[in-house]
């Protein structure tokens, strides 16, 4: 173990974004932070989770940010530089569309208001987080990619930034959601349980965390953390660049969250005259502001780039690609700037009634959020800031509605009573795996027609789903053990389903490639395990059968219905057309993967950096709790793009027990050993102790910095 003090800081009065100026005395550093956020010290455990223990609550996000800024500078830097609108500036033409729908939409102006608007408190802490970056990236400059540096030093202006642009303009309305494709998922997806202690062999409630998000270092990078200060000490992961913890438990509750369907935003198709618009049958004309960005030329000169932002009554204006649509965009939630103050003041809360005060600040733009506590309390909520149709459903809103009537230009949203929760339900356990609201636990305890049709779709509810509400409501009470196991399930629900149909359609058959895999999958235990000789046979076949992935429904005898909706889809519509299909898989496998009974760990390959373990678990749509999304093949092995993330499951018992994982490790930096060392967990389907007392963190620490 070793012990560092932080030697070396970037100026930390303020600042504007992007200047250079630089202070780089040592004992100025230490007292800058001991100063004015307080002092503390981060120990590094043995996996490289900092354990931050700050003597304020300013310096708690001071050493959080230093620790970001250790384990994942180079995309931590690249993220903030994007969310100033300025990354065409920084690294070329490529980020020019980018910038320019940022600024369009006003986002570094509102990340300035939005900043002036903190209490006082939460602008030194969003200060201290951004000096705890500057901090370690001046003591560890050459630890950082030349092309980023330039964004340097930063301040509570960018961290409030980022976090404006992470929710508003990249989950709610990314520029590729509004302008390009309605049905981009630019948010990933999720498992949440929440069991209560009637379902509970101990009598203690427990959480599973579970966010299934990219592999690829990015702005959905999770970040692992312990942070202590007076009034607040949460364990949980954030998004690399956030300062708060979204998915986090202390030692009375915890929370997490999936992606759902909440419709945050409302594009609008305008009827164009005369250089304006058309609105309830009066010529408009657009409201104009002149904008500028800059762009990096190959010979590193810049180019100022001038362009006119038109206004319609609605929001700000934009022309589809092709030019044949024009639309205005009105966003939700841009008066709200609490996000992170919500966050926050979740993680302090140490009751439902205080977590439930936090809830009613509707800040946060979208997520379902389950949540469970030590005296028995769990809770689904399918949260957001909804705006207020006066009908229509979610189909309708989710592409341009017609721009030339006050009719649709919604002026309200809903409030935290009208969204769909269930608290404490007779079941003993709440769910989410990205499906709508209707099936958050079993019996439902929730109608869709009690809701706008807007809110929801009403389904169909993914296989995934349906294996979450299978492995929690069936056989008797479960204790902590069983509730881990039940998590890493890689049984596929589809193949339950499909298997024996296909058997029965199959008899009499005498094609030999047929009957070769109906051996397979009679044989196969149905599971997405490394030594697997049938998944990818199964897996290939599921992929022609249910096209655009797993979802199509037309080859299925029944498709899904809420009335039925645990057991269906189901059957095979043309049986001799689903033995084609078979046939069709074998010659497919063995083209893909060299053989039809590949051992699928074999070519499915947990891999980061030069770590390679046999894979397991499976495509979500295809019923596999433990979802993983597998690359195409490449050099003879496929690799998770997007999948087991963090997870962090929980009984609030005394002892507490905390159990979890961070997949590809706690950090994206080269040459760091954190890369890839919990891969060995992840291929044997094991977790973590996840170490809370202080203590135990002495116990394991590596490393310590104090400031």
């Given at each position: 173990m070793r012990s560092v003090a932080v030697g070396l800081t970037l100026a930390l009065t303020p600042l504007v974004a992007g200047s250079s100026a630089l202070i780089t005395s040592g004992a100025q550093a230490q007292s800058v932070a001991k100063g004015r956020f307080g002092g503390g010290e981060i120990l590094w455990d043995s996996f490289g989770v900092p354990h931050v223990y700050g003597k304020t609550e300013a310096g708690a996000f001071y050493g959080f940010g230093y620790a970001q800024a250790h384990n994942h500078g180079n995309i931590l830097l690249r993220m903030y530089g994007e969310s100033r609108a300025k990354a065409a500036e920084y690294w070329g033409e490529k980020f020019s569309s980018q910038d320019q729908w940022l600024i369009g939409n006003d986002v570094p102006q509102r990340g300035l208001a939005w900043y002036k608007q903190q209490a006082p408190q939460m602008r030194a802490n969003l200060d201290a987080f951004a000096a705890g970056i500057n901090a370690y990236a001046a003591a560890n400059i050459d630890k950082l990619d030349p092309e980023v540096r330039q964004v340097l030093p930063l301040t509570g202006v960018d961290i409030m930034t980022h976090a404006h642009k992470l929710m508003n303009f990249q989950y709610i309305a990314s520029d590729r959601k509004v302008l390009?494709?309605?049905?981009?998922?630019?948010?990933?997806?999720s498992n949440a349980w929440a069991v209560a202690p009637s379902r509970s062999a101990?009598?203690?409630?427990?959480?599973?965390?579970?966010?299934?998000?990219?592999w690829a270092p990015g702005p959905l990078t999770y970040m692992e953390a312990h942070i202590n200060a007076p009034g607040l000490s949460i364990y949980g992961a954030t998004q690399v660049g956030l300062p708060v913890m979204r998915f986090g438990f202390n030692n009375d509750?915890?929370?997490?969250?999936?992606?759902?369907?909440?419709?945050?935003?409302?594009?609008?198709?305008?009827?164009l005259a005369d250089g304006g618009y058309v609105f309830d049958g009066k010529k408009m004309p657009f409201k104009t502001k002149q904008k500028t960005y800059k762009v990096k030329q190959?010979?590193?000169?810049?180019?100022?780039?001038?362009?006119?932002?038109?206004?319609?009554v609605q929001g700000p204006v934009f022309d589809l690609p092709g030019g044949k649509q024009t639309i205005a965009v009105k966003v939700a939630g841009l008066d709200r700037p609490g996000v992170l103050q919500q966050y926050l003041d979740m993680g302090k809360a140490h009751d439902w009634k205080g977590f439930e005060k936090a809830l009613r600040q509707m800040q946060v733009p979208m997520f379902n959020i389950v949540y469970a506590d030590r005296a028995g309390h769990i809770l689904y909520l399918d949260n957001g800031i909804l705006p207020k149709h006066p009908e229509g459903d979610v189909k309708y809103w989710s592409k341009p509605v017609p721009g030339d009537t006050s009719k649709t230009l919604w002026t309200d949203v809903h409030s935290y009573e009208d969204l769909p929760k269930v608290l404490d339900p007779k079941s003993g356990f709440v769910q989410n795996a990205n499906d709508p609201p209707w099936l958050s636990t079993w019996p439902r305890a929730l109608d869709p027609q009690a809701f706008p049709a807007y809110v929801a779709n009403v389904g169909p509810v993914s296989q995934r789903a349906q294996m979450s509400v299978k492995l929690l409501s069936e056989g008797p009470k479960f204790s902590f053990e069983d509730f881990i196991a039940k998590k890493h399930e890689t049984q596929s629900l589809m193949a339950d389903r499909m298997i024996p149909a296909l058997v029965q359609a199959a008899q009499g058959n005498s094609d030999p490639d047929v009957r070769k895999a109906i051996e397979l999958l009679i044989a196969w235990d149905r599971q997405y395990t490394a030594n697997s000789s049938a998944a990818l046979l199964f897996e290939t076949w599921a992929a022609i059968f249910a096209p655009n992935n797993f979802a199509n429904q037309s080859n299925y005898a029944v498709k899904w219905t809420l009335d039925d909706p645990l057991q269906t889809p189901r059957g095979l519509k043309d049986p001799n057309a689903a033995l084609a299909m078979l046939k069709q898989a074998v010659a497919r496998t063995k083209e893909l993967y060299g053989a039809v009974d590949r051992p699928y760990g074999e070519v499915s390959r947990f891999r980061v950096g030069d770590t390679s373990m046999p894979g397991n678990g499976g495509f979500g749509n295809t019923g596999i709790f433990r979802t993983i999304t597998w690359g195409p093949m490449k050099n003879g092995e496929r690799?998770?793009?997007?999948?087991?993330?963090?997870?962090?499951?929980?009984?609030?018992?005394?002892?507490?027990?905390a159990k979890g994982l961070m997949s590809y490790g706690s950090s994206s930096q080269p040459g760091s050993k954190h890369q890839g060392d919990q891969l060995p967990y992840l291929s044997e389907r094991k977790l973590r102790t996840l170490w809370i007392d202080r203590k135990d963190v002495e116990a394991h620490v590596e490393d310590t910095t104090r400031y």
């Open positions: 390009a494709d309605p049905e981009a998922n630019e948010a990933g997806g101990s009598g203690n409630a427990m959480l599973l965390a579970n966010p299934h998000l990219p509750l915890g929370f997490t969250n999936t992606v759902n369907t909440m419709l945050g935003y409302t594009s609008y198709s305008l009827t190959p010979d590193g000169s810049l180019k100022a780039v001038t362009f006119t932002q038109r206004y319609a690799t998770p793009l997007a999948g087991e993330t963090w997870v962090a499951m929980i009984e609030f018992g005394t002892p507490m027990k």
